[in-house]
């Protein structure tokens, strides 16, 4: 407990904590919107069921870290190029949300309005494959956040405090924020795009060129800002 005595402590939590809280954006995104295609009484525990697992998950890696940056090793060499079972991850990560997100906009521009027509509902997701889909993709996302947190600080318990604290925080938001996509089909565009973004961002880490997160974060919130504006332009002129 001496460690919480020291100022240098809490501003490494601090700061551990914003980050893996900004981490968690785009997981919160994709949560709500695969939550959203389960039937409107099971979301609930589609979301907090698949954050508490991630919960349980990031904890024992954590508790494994040594394995985990030994993952970082080079297992496979291709044409000179080495691959770490990290960046075998991350690879994999970043092709699924690419063709996941790519179906899930084509289902939004060309289903929906055959959904329409034939009176069927978009829920077409079952509670066992949302749960799944989340606790895949957030092993992935668990990755990044694990060895951005070994980098900041060399202190488990502070690591664990910070994971604890960001998933308790998109637990909280989570609800409100896949209502919010999945009420506005524009919003929902933009939040697929936000994940087509990120899967290329997580290829191009697995590839070994890193790309600053500000710079998609910037840009998508440009877009959100841009798009709230058109929709209180929408409804003034309604």
């Known amino acids: 407990m001496e460690i919480f005595l020291q100022p240098d402590t809490w501003v490494a939590l601090l700061t551990l904590t914003f980050l893996e809280i900004v981490l968690g954006i785009d997981n919160i995104i994709f949560i709500s919107l695969v939550a959203g295609k389960v039937p409107e009484e099971k979301q609930k525990k589609a979301r907090l069921g698949g954050l508490s697992i991630a919960l349980v998950m990031r904890i024992l890696l954590l508790l494994s870290i040594t394995w985990i940056i030994g993952l970082t090793e080079p297992v496979l060499t291709v044409a000179d190029f080495e691959l770490s079972w990290r960046d075998i991850i991350l690879i994999a990560g970043g092709i699924f949300l690419l063709i ?139």
């Open 100 to 238: 996941k997100s790519t179906l899930e906009i084509h289902h939004k521009v060309e289903g929906q309005v055959e959904n329409a027509k034939n009176g069927k509902k978009s829920n077409t997701l079952s509670f066992t494959s949302a749960i799944i889909q989340i606790v895949l993709l957030d092993l992935v996302f668990s990755f990044d956040s694990i060895l951005t947190a070994v980098g900041l600080t060399d202190q488990i318990i502070l690591m664990i405090i910070a994971v604890v604290v960001a998933i308790i925080v998109m637990m909280i938001f989570a609800k409100p924020v896949g209502e919010f996509v999945n009420e506005h089909p524009t919003i929902q565009i933009l939040a697929l795009s936000f994940l087509i973004l990120i899967g290329v961002m997580l290829i191009v880490e697995g590839a070994h060129y890193h790309v600053p997160k500000g710079y998609i974060y910037f840009a998508v919130f440009f877009s959100l800002a841009i798009e709230m504006l058109n929709m209180r332009y929408r409804k003034k002129n309604d």
